[in-house]
């Protein structure tokens, strides 16, 4: 049986207007307080390249948690991360967890209000863009797997 030898336990996929301040300086610091190492992206090491590292970072997670919020899906870095994320389950068997901070798991899994307007947007982006309407569905797929794995709905919890 081998061991896997992973950097953090945790990478945490958010939306920093959204919930950086508020949600996720208390969520990170409780998980440090149990000695989880919680990668959030305040941890990149100035120069590098941002997106390599944040690849690195989630493949190099035992697991992931997808911070759902309002406005989420207006981050196309966060929409790719999320693919990412979901493709490190499918090959890794990495856990991911989703959480939906003040936002309905109905709005993320059919893209509903906020995510539909900003779906509006990119479908408007991609007309004339081949690989942007890819980039499109395969957003719009991820987030409905996502929103179909069993996580937390903030409005259940203080």
């Known amino acids: 049986m081998s061991i896997s030898h992973k950097k953090h336990d945790v990478f945490i996929?958010?939306?920093?207007?959204?919930?950086?301040?508020?949600?996720?300086v208390h969520l990170h610091h409780a998980l440090m307080?149990?000695?989880?190492?919680?990668?959030?992206?305040?941890?990149?090491?100035?120069?590098?390249e941002v997106w390599d590292?944040?690849?690195?970072?989630?493949k190099d997670s035992h697991m992931s948690l997808v911070v759902f919020s309002k406005y989420y899906a207006t981050s196309k870095w966060c929409l790719n991360e999320l693919l990412k994320i979901l493709?490190?389950?499918?090959?890794?068997?990495?856990?991911?967890?989703?959480v939906f901070y003040n936002i309905d798991p109905s709005h993320v899994r059919h893209q509903r209000e906020s995510y539909e307007?900003?779906?509006?947007?990119?479908?408007?982006?991609?007309?004339?863009?081949?690989?942007?309407?890819?980039?499109?569905s395969d957003w719009k797929k991820a987030l409905k797997?996502?929103?179909?794995?069993?996580?937390?709905?903030?409005?259940?919890f203080r």
Not at 33 to 48: M, P, S
Not at 53 to 58: D, F, G, H, Q
Not at 145 to 156: K, L
């Open 13 to 24: 996929s958010f939306r920093g207007e959204d919930t950086r301040k508020t949600f996720i």
């Open 33 to 48: 307080k149990e000695n989880i190492d919680a990668f959030v992206d305040n941890n990149l090491k100035r120069g590098d």
């Open 53 to 58: 590292s944040l690849v690195e970072a989630i």
């Open 87 to 98: 493709e490190c389950r499918e090959l890794q068997g990495q856990v991911v967890i989703p």
């Open 117 to 136: 307007i900003a779906f509006g947007k990119y479908e408007r982006e991609s007309r004339n863009d081949e690989s942007l309407k890819k980039k499109v």
């Open 145 to 156: 797997d996502a929103a179909n794995i069993s996580g937390w709905d903030s409005s259940n």
